[in-house]
């Protein structure tokens, strides 16, 4: 089970940190990370991160997303710096496998709003 937390609502160039906590058996997951769904819009993968830490971002949010995790508490956080509106979604954590270079998604906390004003 995925619990995320943080969000709401920011000014753009502002920031908002989102963070998302597993429970239960997590010794099958070795990748966490956020995806987003823009009113409109498939759900796209915004930054994605491994136990030891290699990071995977969506490029249009290289520079100004990070992914951060603990694993000892089974957490994972994106921190978001200098927000547009275009940012505006609902942001899913997630966590499933990677494996060979293909990544899996097998859960998904509920969603939480980002909205970004200009």
């Known amino acids: 089970q995925l619990q995320a937390s943080g969000g709401g609502l920011a000014q753009a160039g502002g920031s908002l940190r989102l963070s998302c906590e597993a429970s239960?058996?997590?010794?099958?997951?070795?990748?966490m990370g956020w995806h987003r769904q823009a009113p409109g819009k498939q759900r796209e993968l915004v930054a994605a991160i491994t136990r030891s830490g290699h990071t995977n971002y969506s490029d249009a949010m290289k520079g100004r997303f990070t992914i951060s995790r603990d694993n000892f508490a089974n957490t994972w956080s994106l921190q978001m710096d200098g927000l547009k509106p275009e940012d505006t979604a609902v942001y899913y954590c997630?966590?499933?496998?990677?494996?060979?270079?293909?990544?899996?998604?097998?859960?998904w906390g509920q969603g939480t709003q980002v909205t970004v004003s200009s």
């Open positions: 239960g058996n997590t010794n099958s997951i070795n990748y």
């Open positions: 997630a966590a499933g496998r990677l494996a060979l270079g293909s990544a899996t998604f097998n859960y």
